[in-house]
Nanobody, 124 residues
């Protein structure tokens, strides 16, 4: 079992930066690829970024490449999402998720564990 708790969201202005954190329970955190997803009002949950268990492989949605950076600190059982140059269209609830296996995947259905989400609101 893995429990995930996100933090770091808030109300910011366009152009600002945020760092989201996701704290995980479990002694084998570094075995789980981790992902960040987001869901805006009235839209489906979409992939944002993912990182392999050891942290050597990452994958990003085309819409966030160059502005978002996913990283992890396995000693702290935490995965991060650095978001720069925020845009109003980044407004959403951001979720972190953990999956079994070694593949870094993009689809929510492949992730087994989810946090409760953290709200990011970007004003123009």
């Amino acid at each position: 079992q893995v429990q995930l708790v996100e933090s770091g969201g808030g109300l910011v202005q366009a152009g600002d930066s945020l760092r989201l954190s996701c704290a995980a329970s479990g002694r084998t955190f570094n075995n789980y690829p981790m992902g960040w997803f987001r869901q805006a009002p009235g839209k489906e949950r979409e992939f944002v970024a993912a990182i392999s268990g050891p942290g050597g492989r990452t994958n990003y949605a085309d819409s966030v490449k160059g502005r978002f950076t996913i990283s992890r600190d396995n000693a702290k059982n935490t995965v991060y999402l650095q978001i720069d140059s925020l845009k109003p269209e980044d407004t959403a609830v951001y979720y972190c998720a953990a999956k079994y296996g070694t593949l870094v995947t993009l689809t929510p259905e492949t992730y087994a564990y989810w946090g409760q989400g953290t709200q990011v609101t970007v004003s123009s």
